[in-house]
């Protein structure tokens, strides 16, 4: 309680910084060079000096936090997302902070073995919000911070390896549509791939496509349900296709249901 009460303090101490108008449908801040300076006041966390992008929880305790950025009057839904995978032990204290008064306006934790966490900020009165996330931990390091999300509607984000983030408008979606480049993109040579999807500690939870032929770019879908027909709920998976020409692709889907 005490380390708690110290991050919260650091908190009020530290927001200082310029405003981002939410002019898009969302930012994203993937801790690349290009997104990087919407967060600052790093505590006992660096990013790595080269791909992939991430911010690396590397002690047993400290802090981040966003820049204020503004909401538009007329935007009466706003979110705020994370991916991350956390260590053991390891827990991630979340401060919505009125960037005007320096107020808290809500705290929530998340803890391992969490992936994501999604918050609806719909009955904050405040249109300048700054989050401060602080985090805990026994283990000899927290984890990794994925992404940190502000959007004005409930979205589907899928991260690719190559570092390209694609939305989708959620409840209205009801299937992901993954685009598949096979190895023979530019050739009339045909490949075959297989498409499973796993939940986030590595379980089979859908077989979308099998021994499939393809040739260039083709586009699969996957209904949101489980190889037995249930919907899916919220969370994080993996899109994993693998090809016969050796060729595999991974993505990284984050879904709000």
Request: hydrophobic residues 40%; contains cysteine; aromatic residues 12%.
């Amino acid at each position: 309680m005490r380390k708690l009460t110290l991050l919260l303090l650091i908190a009020f101490q530290c927001l200082v910084g310029y405003s981002v108008t939410l002019d898009k449908d969302f930012l994203v801040i993937d801790f690349s060079p290009d997104t990087a300076n919407f967060i600052s006041q790093f505590g006992s966390a660096v990013i790595p000096g080269a791909p992939p992008y991430r911010l690396i929880l590397n002690s047993s305790s400290g802090y981040f936090r966003t820049v204020n950025f503004q909401i538009k009057e007329s935007e009466i839904f706003s979110y705020f997302a994370m991916t991350f995978k956390l260590s053991p032990n390891t827990t991630l204290t979340i401060s919505v902070i009125d960037a005007n008064t320096m107020s808290n306006l809500k705290i929530l934790q998340v803890s391992y073995p969490e992936t994501s966490f999604l918050l609806d900020l719909k009955d904050f009165k405040s249109r300048n919000i700054s989050f401060f996330v602080g985090y805990s931990t026994t283990s000899p390091s927290g984890g990794e911070i994925y992404t940190v999300t502000i959007s004005k509607s409930p979205t589907v984000l899928i991260e690719s390896d190559k570092k390209e983030m694609i939305f989708f408008p959620n409840p209205y979606l009801a299937s992901v549509f993954i685009q598949l480049p096979s190895i023979a993109l530019n050739s009339k040579e045909k490949d075959t791939v297989n498409v499973f999807i796993f939940d986030s500690v590595g379980n089979l939870v859908k077989t979308v496509a099998k021994d499939l032929e393809i040739q260039g770019l083709y586009n699969v879908s996957w209904d949101l349900k489980d190889d037995k027909g249930n919907d899916i709920k919220t969370g994080t998976y993996i899109i994993f296709a693998k090809f016969k020409s050796g060729q595999t692709l991974t993505r990284r889907v984050y879904i709000v249901r």
